[in-house]
């Protein structure tokens, strides 16, 4: 009595009730690889999408019509350089490694905080 597909043999089709189970085992083997084929295409389309620059963010709200030309243009060129490099450490959601300076930034953003709301 064959449980997977690959145990399955000429002689397993010839019983109409062996052949009724092998036919079962066959449909769930298929259902369980279209499943995995379809997860795979989905990661692939998702790692396809995904945003890794400020460029890339604008030109994807420009090709969805959410913003016009000129904010696309505009947001590219005002950000700073240390505001891109933040955004882009932001997108990235694995080991982090900021700058000096970028650190430096925090240090102080937090220090002055903590005294304007005593």
Same mark, same amino acid.
């Given at each position: 009595?064959?449980?997977?597909?690959?145990?399955?043999?000429?002689?397993?089709?010839?019983?109409?009730?062996?052949?009724?189970?092998?036919?079962?085992?066959?449909?769930?083997?298929?259902?369980?690889?279209?499943?995995?084929?379809?997860?795979?295409?989905? *990661? &692939?389309? @998702?790692?396809?999408?995904?945003?890794?620059?400020?460029?890339? =963010? #604008?030109?994807?709200?420009?090709? !969805?019509?959410?913003?016009?030309?000129?904010?696309?243009?505009?947001?590219?060129?005002?950000?700073?350089?240390?505001?891109?490099?933040?955004?882009?450490?932001?997108?990235? *959601? &694995?080991? @982090?490694?900021?700058?000096?300076?970028?650190?430096?930034?925090? =240090? #102080?953003?937090?220090?002055?905080? !903590?005294?304007?709301?005593?």
């Amino acid at each position: 009595m064959p449980r997977f597909f690959g145990d399955i043999e000429y002689e397993d089709l010839e019983d109409p009730n062996r052949r009724k189970i092998c036919w079962k085992i066959i449909t769930n083997t298929v259902n369980k690889l279209k499943i995995k084929i379809n997860n795979s295409q989905a *990661k &692939r389309r @998702r790692r396809n999408n995904k945003i890794y620059s400020l460029e890339s =963010l #604008t030109s994807d709200l420009r090709k !969805k019509n959410w913003i016009s030309e000129s904010a696309e243009m505009n947001l590219n060129s005002s950000m700073t350089e240390s505001a891109k490099q933040l955004f882009s450490l932001l997108l990235r *959601k &694995r080991k @982090r490694k900021f700058s000096p300076q970028l650190r430096q930034f925090a =240090l #102080t953003l937090n220090f002055y905080s !903590k005294k304007a709301y005593n």
